[in-house]
């Protein structure tokens, strides 16, 4: 079976976090991605957060489905390297700051003389124009800047990041999507394009109608906790066991439903209950009235009782719920993929089903530079030509 992106080959130089995977979605789907790290710094990845004996773990995610090699981009030679091997390339991937690729040669103009079909996609924390465009940026300054952690929080507490890269990985899903769309232009045009993604835009764009609402109302979205001001009861709630259910009732019948089984039908017929946010203006009597009732009992009778009842429920998970949890299993969230380091390690699968050409993690991160010599030597170098690159710190 011929994978949707096979024969699609994508050179990846970026670095924490957004651009490498999205590098890594493309991979999922059968490109070719040739990740290139400096030779004496690896992406970062490879030291962030816990490792096994040595081996970073974040890395093994990350790098999957890549092939690895080393480059010194601000060498003249190292430059040069890089342009053979975007000869023939779809897509180019990079994060440096704006201004770095235009310094080393490698500006879109010189790129596109080499190959006018490259899509060229640059990711930054800014975009490539504007006052902040030279900005050192991350997605933490992007979950602060785009309204995120400003509605995020209880009421009485201080703005809230999450824990984990979401602007990040916010920002590869539409890279990928992105890059297909440049793709798909191409076949039309017969030539490439550059795509700008700054990472404060894509998170700004799934926090609903924030500027909307502001630019008709005036109104600016409060740090509302776990509640929300469309509907309620809208919560975590606190089992007897000591575990968490959350509960949402968007819909007004789910609503009746929730306060029929916790026993308080009465509320249905307050003339409050009949729009979500009438509901949501009484959040206070209809979570009191859901967390009695949700106390009294342990998670599984909760979740046994609300998909009875046809309510909408779902437990509160950590990472050892996740794998033991037999939904997850069905879907094949979880992939154990093999690894020349560790044996085997799980990882999440690619996060969705194409029914006749589905994506594979085929392999977890490499060890860095491993196949500088085999990519490299593909480009008509010999060894002792590498070797000599390598004496001199190009590879």
């Known amino acids: 079976m011929t994978a949707p992106l096979d024969g699609v080959k994508v050179v990846d130089l970026a670095t924490l976090f957004a651009g490498p995977l999205a590098a890594a979605f493309l991979g999922d789907f059968g490109a070719d991605v040739i990740k290139v790290e ?9 030291g962030h957060g ?10 093994k995610v990350l790098g999957r489905n890549k092939r690895t090699v080393t480059l010194n981009l601000s060498d003249p030679d190292g430059a040069a390297l890089l342009r053979r091997l975007l000869a023939d390339a779809d897509v180019l991937v990079e994060n440096f700051r704006p201004g770095t690729l235009e310094r080393w040669g490698l500006g879109p103009a010189e790129l596109h003389a080499v190959n006018p079909r490259l899509v060229i996609t640059r990711i930054s924390g800014f975009g490539q124009v504007g006052p902040y465009a030279r900005r050192p940026g991350f997605g933490t300054l992007a979950e602060a800047m785009s309204g995120f952690a400003a509605a995020t ?4 507490g201080p703005p809230t990041l999450p824990p984990f890269g979401l602007a990040d990985s916010v920002s590869a899903l539409a890279a990928a999507y992105a890059v297909m769309l440049a793709l798909r232009a191409r076949d039309v045009t017969g030539t490439g394009q550059v795509v700008d993604l700054a990472i404060i835009e894509p998170i700004m764009a799934m926090l609903g109608p924030q500027i909307t609402w502001y630019d008709q109302l005036g109104y600016v979205q409060p740090r509302l906790g776990n509640r929300s001001n469309n509907n309620a009861p809208r919560n975590t709630y606190r089992c007897a066991d000591g575990r968490w259910v959350a509960v949402s009732t968007s819909a007004q019948s789910i609503a009746e439903r929730v306060l029929r089984l916790v026993g308080r039908p009465e509320l249905i017929d ?3 209950f009949t729009t979500g946010s009438g509901r949501a203006a009484h959040a206070d009597e209809l979570d009191a009235a859901v967390s009695a009732w949700v106390a009294q009992r342990d998670r599984d009778d909760v979740v046994a009782a609300f998909e009875e009842a046809q309510a909408a429920v779902a437990p509160v998970y950590d990472v050892r719920d ?11 969230t979880v992939r154990t993929v093999p690894d020349e380091e560790l044996g085997e390690v799980r990882m999440q699968n690619v996060p969705f089903r194409l029914a006749e050409t589905p994506g594979e993690i085929r392999h977890a991160g490499r060890r860095h530079g491993q196949d500088t ?5 593909a480009l008509g170098l ?10 001199r710190g190009v590879l």
Do not use: N
């Open 322 to 332: 996740i794998l033991a949890d037999p939904q997850y299993a069905a879907l094949g």
């Open 50 to 59: 816990p490792a096994r004996d040595g081996v970073g773990l974040w890395w």
């Open 382 to 391: 010999s060894a002792e030509e590498l070797a000599a690159l390598r004496e």
């Open 153 to 156: 929080g209880e009421p009485d």
């Open 373 to 377: 010599d085999t990519v490299f030597g």
């Open 270 to 272: 307050e003339p409050w």
């Open 38 to 46: 400096h030779p004496a710094k690896p992406d970062p990845s490879r």
